[in-house]
């Protein structure tokens, strides 16, 4: 069922249910407004550590705490009615343990009203989703070009390639058999993404993958020209707001310093209207 005819927000088994099905739609939000936009379309939205690259000026995902995730998740929360939202487990916050990664998911899912929380990992990961979704918290994964692991991953590159594909294969079955209810795949060859698709019972999820993913996902802010930085290989850019708003600044910065803003309709008299006068 497609995000515009659902009426209600979808459970991770939903998410589960659409594997083969019509793709799953799905794109990051930090705020408000931009998950009220995307609310009617996605079926789940992602409140993703990339905040901290997107919104807060970091070079990583690195330095993204808990904090930051639940006040983001928070404010996505009050703009979705339809769309099911996943936050990001913030990197230090479940490498240590499942017992602590339990606590920080459950902290997560009950201070912002989560569907599911993500983390990054394959087979490493594969006891700690056990234990997460065994207590009934739902996890979507993430295997692939995984940020948080920037500095042992040596940059941002495409995962998979040669003999690491088989490692890669292993991480997506792991996730899956652990108990994850989808797994993004980011970065990683095309074929090598198909194989996975057709090989898992669960849905992939593409950024940087294939068109034959179960669905695809994509930064906000990236797709719709607001993130100007870089630009990955696999962001199609429907918009150029960015360029736009930049535009509109710089009108607006003139129009003040040629006192033509504000104008007459922006000003108030000395009685209201339709007051005698």
């Known amino acids: ?27 990051t939000a930090y705020t408000t407004p931009m998950a009220q936009m995307m609310d009617a379309h996605c079926d789940f939205v992602l409140v993703g550590d990339s905040v901290g690259m997107v919104l807060h000026g970091l070079t990583s995902t690195l330095g993204v705490t808990m904090e930051m995730m639940i006040l983001h998740g928070q404010a996505v929360r009050r703009g979705l009615s339809r769309a099911m939202m996943v936050v990001d487990m913030p ?8 017992a602590q990664a339990f606590r920080n998911a459950a902290r997560l899912m009950a201070e912002t009203g989560a ?7 394959g087979q490493a990961m594969a006891e700690t989703i056990a234990f997460l979704t065994a207590r009934g918290v739902p996890v979507m994964a993430h295997v692939g070009l995984t940020p948080q692991a920037i500095n042992t991953l040596g940059g941002y590159k495409v995962q998979g390639r040669g003999a690491a594909a088989e490692t890669l294969l292993a991480d997506a079955r792991a996730v899956a058999g652990a108990g994850a209810f989808a797994v993004v795949l980011e970065k ?34 990236d797709m719709l020209g607001l993130f100007t930085a870089f630009k990955p290989k696999f962001v199609k850019r429907y918009a150029s707001l960015g360029t736009d708003g930049e535009a509109a600044i710089a009108d607006y910065a003139r129009e003040v310093r040629a006192r033509s803003f504000p104008g007459p309709e922006h000003v108030f008299g000395d009685t209201a209207p339709g007051a005698a006068r």
């Open 91 to 98: 990197f230090g916050s479940y490498e240590e343990s499942p």
């Open 115 to 121: 569907g599911a929380v993500k983390l990054e990992g």
């Open 188 to 221: 990683i060859p095309e074929t090598l993404s198909d194989r996975i698709t057709a090989e898992l019972a669960i849905p992939t999820i593409g950024i940087g993958a294939s068109a034959g993913c179960d669905g695809q996902i994509l930064v906000v802010d």
């Open 1 to 27: 069922m497609s995000a515009t005819a659902r009426k209600t927000a979808p459970m991770p088994d939903d998410i589960r249910a659409m594997k083969g099905g019509t793709p799953i739609v799905s794109l």
